[in-house]
Structure formats: C-alpha cells, structure tokens
C-alpha cells in the first residue's frame, strides 16, 4: 500500500529493491510482492520490445 501512495501520488516513478540476502529475500519479493503489484497494475506484465534499445523507444544510432 505504501510504495502505490507514493507511487500514484507523484512522490516516486520507481523504486530500487536491496534485499539484504540472496537469493532467498529476492525470491520472497518475486514471488509475493510482484504478483500483488502486477494485480494492482503496477508492474508490468510484459515488454513491448524485443531489445532494451526497443523498450526504452531508443533510435539506432546512425
């Protein structure tokens, strides 16, 4: 609830997750904190590229 009032909010476009171990902490939060923000349309379900450049609307360099 509170990363999506800070989030909706305007007082963050992001956030950076640290668990303090691996890989146990980073599982537990892919596994229960994602599926929850992704029901919440929070975090997206797919990419619309098929390369970072593409996903990020980047030009190909000349």
Not at 14 to 27: A, I, K, R, T
Not at 48 to 55: A, C, D, I, S, V
Request: proline share 6%; aromatic share 12%; with cysteine.
């Amino acid at each position: 609830d509170e990363l999506q009032a800070r989030f909706e909010g305007g007082a963050a476009d992001g956030f950076n997750v640290m668990p303090s171990w691996f890989p146990g902490e980073l599982d537990a939060f892919c596994a229960l904190v994602v599926p929850e923000l992704r029901r919440r349309g929070l975090f997206r379900t797919d990419y619309e590229g098929r390369t970072l450049r593409e996903h990020l609307g980047l030009k190909r360099p000349a």
